[in-house]
């Protein structure tokens, strides 16, 4: 899945600052306010904190400084500064439709009971982990692998710590069939996660470096001492379940690996199933009795993207691994529950300062059916119909400036040429909402305080209903929105979905950032316009590529045409490697070579859209395009997005596609000399001419 999280580097740095108290001895150079001179060729690398030129530079030699450098200055002393994720207004709106008891709205009576249990800290202190302890003990008082599978698919045990469940086309032209991946104990996140899972720690404080990556870090230490573990034990005993977890989770195919591996890697990694053959992986851990105990029997086929995980987890089933086990599947259960019990309880060892009404909204926010009621209420009663009308609008005009580019692109051949054409056609829209409709929580009634419910209680329960609405899902025509349903849809994000070719805009990504009151038809196609063109963009890059229309493993590619993609993508990869951007820091072209080519050719795209407006502002086009990606991060946590991340640097993702658009050398008078030219026959592009 491929993601335009803007607000994923901002949690990666604030993991960063709960759990790590470390320098990077990577970085060669002396923090900020110790250098000489400024850092970053061919532009100064602005996004980080205490290296900002004198005054604001010429839109001709740097757009992005040029728009953002009042902004900037402003916000050097912060550790981490991005208005497009700070400035969402989906929370404090949706909290006070809650509070205002005259609101009505589908399903808001059981949101209100929920909200009122995770809000009653009082009660949540006298329950203290009673129900969850019931769990542990009985997970560790098993004496042989057989009894800890007794535990597990007992039907009053309503977890399942070591399989997450899903529901995922087949293909556009099949049905909904169950998938299948590695549930992880360290993240909440089963798609983001596994990437953090690339490769076994040798050290505890290599661990701690790794956990920045993973979103529920925080609570891990103080998960391990509620089950039992001394805390001078936890860090090893960290090290020992996150190397286990390494064991199997690792051998999960992640966009990562499939991005920078050989191409037809992402053809290869969607495997598809038999339920018998799915089952005959597994002789020791009981995958056939655990699929029918969560209903995913009834599948007649399953994705598990590769063998080898599933078979690799097989294989940890023994005797001799008992103790692992249990406390792995121990901590498991804990960190699955920390979101719907006391918070004091965790923060007498994490220390994690309390919000108010922060710990209900993240309760709520996590469970299923109410992230998906939070993120309708706010779509039908803030951002309203209108809204809604001109994204779809903007995006099917993106759409047929893709037909358009793909027709004027010389290089591919007409076979070529009809299946990427196919692929915009049947590119399916889940803009502010899944396209098929809210699954159906009607049915669902939770218990109140009053008749003994319990917001723990009330949590299982709606993780039971949902997984029985999925399960009604499985076997029917396929369904292009089950990867949006399955988001967090309070999340400032939007993706293109490979598994079903479809584009999703997460309402919260319309933030006061990107869309207010008398906002001109420019800066909506400069803004959200190049992000949604961005999306589309991943459907024809170096994975996405590699998928037909119908989301089959069948790469658009054909004939010569390969060779010709391919050589683009390098010279994309070259360019972007030349730059430097921290002193001993290249920017790895590489890693970011999907991304750079989803920003070349949305940009394509939505510029294309906006100059054929009769009232065309290029200017604020991109003005606005800069002022999306205004960011600021303290200079010792920096090499973090470049290691990590495989967008390009903001300053990067505005200079470098800008610099490549004859337009932009039109509206602003960019000339030879300009450190924003770029002679037409080096101008990158891959889609288009």
Same mark, same amino acid.
């Given at each position: 899945m491929m993601k335009h999280n803007t607000n994923r580097w901002l949690a990666v740095l604030l993991a960063f600052a709960l759990t790590l108290n470390i320098a990077f001895a990577a970085a060669e150079a002396q923090p900020a306010e110790e250098q000489e001179e400024l850092y970053g060729s061919p532009w100064v690398t602005s996004i980080v904190s205490g290296n900002l030129p004198a005054e604001a530079p010429s839109p001709r030699d740097d757009l992005y400084l040029s728009v953002n450098y009042d902004g900037l200055a402003a916000h050097q002393a912060k550790m981490a500064y991005m208005p497009l994720s700070s400035s969402a207004q989906l929370q404090p709106a949706v909290i006070d439709m809650i509070h205002d008891e005259s609101f009505s709205a589908p399903g808001m009576d059981q949101l209100r009971i929920f909200w009122q249990l995770a809000s009653d800290d009082t009660a949540l202190k006298a329950q203290g982990l009673g129900e969850v302890t019931e769990y542990i003990g009985r997970i560790q008082a098993a004496e042989s692998v057989s009894a800890l599978n007794e535990v597990l698919?007992?039907?009053?045990?309503?977890?399942?710590?070591?399989?997450?469940? =899903?529901?995922?086309?087949?293909?556009? !032209?099949?049905?909904?069939?169950?998938?299948?991946?590695?549930? +992880?104990?360290?993240?909440?996140?089963?798609?983001?996660?596994?990437?953090?899972?690339? &490769?076994?720690?040798?050290?505890?404080?290599?661990?701690?470096?790794?956990?920045?990556? +993973?979103?529920?870090?925080?609570?891990?230490?103080?998960?391990?001492?509620?089950?039992?573990?001394?805390?001078?034990?936890?860090? %090893?005993?960290?090290?020992?379940?996150?190397?286990?977890?390494?064991?199997?989770?690792?051998?999960?195919?992640?966009?990562?690996?499939?991005?920078?591996?050989?191409?037809?890697?992402?053809?290869?990694?969607? @495997?598809?199933?038999?339920?018998?053959?799915?089952?005959?992986?597994?002789?020791?851990?009981?995958?056939? #009795?655990?699929?029918?105990?969560?209903?995913?029997?009834?599948?007649?086929?399953?994705?598990? #993207?590769?063998?080898?995980?599933?078979?690799?987890?097989?294989?940890?089933?023994?005797?001799?691994?008992?103790?692992?086990?249990?406390?792995?599947? #121990?901590?498991?259960?804990?960190?699955?529950?920390?979101?719907y019990v006391s918070q004091e309880v965790f923060n007498r060892y994490a220390q994690l300062p309390l919000i108010a009404e922060g710990n209900a909204w993240n309760a709520c926010d996590r469970a299923p059916a109410f992230s998906a009621l939070l993120a309708q209420l706010y779509t039908e009663n803030i951002l309203g119909s209108s809204v809604k009308e001109k994204l779809t609008e903007v995006t099917h005009g993106l759409l047929e400036e893709y037909r358009k580019l793909f027709n004027e692109t010389e290089w591919i051949s007409g076979s070529t040429r009809a299946d990427a054409i196919e692929k915009i056609d049947n590119m399916q829209l889940n803009i502010l909402g899944p396209k098929d409709g809210y699954l159906d929580f009607s049915g669902l009634r939770l218990k109140?305080?009053?008749?003994?419910?319990?917001?723990?209680?009330?949590?299982? #329960?709606?993780?039971?209903? !949902?997984?029985?609405?999925?399960?009604?899902?499985?076997?029917?025509?396929?369904?292009?929105?089950?990867?949006? !349903? &399955?988001?967090?849809?309070?999340?400032?994000?939007?993706?293109?979905?490979?598994?079903?070719? =479809?584009?999703?805009?997460?309402?919260?990504?319309?933030?006061?950032?990107?869309?207010?009151? %008398?906002?001109?038809?420019?800066?909506?196609?400069?803004?959200?316009?190049?992000?949604?063109?961005?999306?589309?963009?991943?459907?024809?890059?170096?994975?996405?590529?590699?998928?037909? %229309?119908?989301?089959?493993?069948v790469p658009i590619l054909h004939e010569n045409d390969l060779q010709d993609f391919l050589a683009r993508v390098d010279k994309i990869v070259d360019y972007y490697s030349a730059i430097t951007v921290l002193p001993g820091f290249p920017t790895n072209g590489a890693q970011m070579?999907?991304?750079?080519?989803?920003? @070349?050719?949305?940009? !394509?795209?939505?510029?294309?859209?906006?100059?054929?407006?009769?009232?065309?502002?290029?200017?604020? /086009? /991109?003005?606005?395009?800069?002022?999306?990606?205004?960011?600021?991060?303290?200079?010792?946590?920096?090499?973090?997005l470049l290691t990590m991340d495989t967008h390009a640097p903001n300053h990067l993702r505005v200079n470098v596609i800008s610099q490549m658009m004859p337009e932009y050398a039109e509206t602003f008078g960019v000339a030879e000399n300009d450190t924003m030219y770029v002679k037409p026959e080096d101008r990158l592009v891959i889609w288009g001419k």
């Amino acid at each position: 899945m491929m993601k335009h999280n803007t607000n994923r580097w901002l949690a990666v740095l604030l993991a960063f600052a709960l759990t790590l108290n470390i320098a990077f001895a990577a970085a060669e150079a002396q923090p900020a306010e110790e250098q000489e001179e400024l850092y970053g060729s061919p532009w100064v690398t602005s996004i980080v904190s205490g290296n900002l030129p004198a005054e604001a530079p010429s839109p001709r030699d740097d757009l992005y400084l040029s728009v953002n450098y009042d902004g900037l200055a402003a916000h050097q002393a912060k550790m981490a500064y991005m208005p497009l994720s700070s400035s969402a207004q989906l929370q404090p709106a949706v909290i006070d439709m809650i509070h205002d008891e005259s609101f009505s709205a589908p399903g808001m009576d059981q949101l209100r009971i929920f909200w009122q249990l995770a809000s009653d800290d009082t009660a949540l202190k006298a329950q203290g982990l009673g129900e969850v302890t019931e769990y542990i003990g009985r997970i560790q008082a098993a004496e042989s692998v057989s009894a800890l599978n007794e535990v597990l698919l007992s039907e009053d045990f309503p977890f399942s710590p070591y399989l997450f469940f =899903s529901v995922s086309p087949e293909s556009l !032209r099949s049905r909904n069939i169950a998938y299948i991946m590695p549930a +992880l104990s360290m993240s909440d996140d089963p798609l983001l996660g596994i990437e953090a899972y690339d &490769a076994p720690m040798a050290t505890a404080d290599a661990l701690s470096m790794k956990m920045a990556r +993973l979103n529920l870090a925080a609570k891990a230490k103080p998960a391990l001492m509620l089950i039992g573990i001394p805390e001078e034990e936890t860090s %090893g005993k960290m090290l020992d379940l996150f190397n286990t977890e390494v064991s199997y989770a690792s051998l999960y195919p992640n966009t990562s690996t499939i991005v920078n591996g050989e191409y037809g890697l992402a053809a290869k990694s969607a @495997l598809i199933l038999s339920a018998e053959e799915t089952v005959r992986l597994c002789s020791s851990f009981p995958l056939a #009795a655990t699929l029918k105990k969560f209903g995913k029997d009834v599948s007649p086929a399953y994705f598990i #993207a590769t063998s080898d995980w599933l078979t690799a987890l097989d294989r940890l089933w023994t005797e001799e691994n008992l103790e692992t086990l249990k406390t792995l599947t #121990a901590f498991k259960v804990m960190m699955e529950c920390a979101s719907y019990v006391s918070q004091e309880v965790f923060n007498r060892y994490a220390q994690l300062p309390l919000i108010a009404e922060g710990n209900a909204w993240n309760a709520c926010d996590r469970a299923p059916a109410f992230s998906a009621l939070l993120a309708q209420l706010y779509t039908e009663n803030i951002l309203g119909s209108s809204v809604k009308e001109k994204l779809t609008e903007v995006t099917h005009g993106l759409l047929e400036e893709y037909r358009k580019l793909f027709n004027e692109t010389e290089w591919i051949s007409g076979s070529t040429r009809a299946d990427a054409i196919e692929k915009i056609d049947n590119m399916q829209l889940n803009i502010l909402g899944p396209k098929d409709g809210y699954l159906d929580f009607s049915g669902l009634r939770l218990k109140t305080a009053e008749e003994g419910g319990t917001l723990l209680g009330n949590y299982l #329960a709606l993780r039971a209903y !949902r997984n029985e609405l999925e399960n009604r899902m499985i076997g029917q025509p396929a369904t292009a929105d089950l990867f949006w !349903r &399955a988001s967090s849809p309070s999340m400032v994000n939007c993706f293109y979905d490979p598994a079903s070719n =479809s584009i999703n805009i997460l309402p919260n990504f319309i933030s006061p950032v990107l869309w207010w009151d %008398g906002i001109t038809e420019m800066q909506i196609l400069g803004g959200i316009g190049t992000v949604i063109g961005h999306e589309l963009g991943h459907g024809f890059d170096f994975m996405g590529s590699q998928l037909n %229309g119908y989301a089959e493993p069948v790469p658009i590619l054909h004939e010569n045409d390969l060779q010709d993609f391919l050589a683009r993508v390098d010279k994309i990869v070259d360019y972007y490697s030349a730059i430097t951007v921290l002193p001993g820091f290249p920017t790895n072209g590489a890693q970011m070579k999907a991304e750079n080519g989803a920003d @070349l050719v949305g940009m !394509r795209a939505a510029l294309s859209l906006a100059a054929s407006r009769d009232d065309k502002d290029l200017k604020a /086009f /991109f003005t606005m395009y800069a002022k999306m990606y205004e960011q600021v991060v303290n200079f010792l946590v920096a090499p973090m997005l470049l290691t990590m991340d495989t967008h390009a640097p903001n300053h990067l993702r505005v200079n470098v596609i800008s610099q490549m658009m004859p337009e932009y050398a039109e509206t602003f008078g960019v000339a030879e000399n300009d450190t924003m030219y770029v002679k037409p026959e080096d101008r990158l592009v891959i889609w288009g001419k």
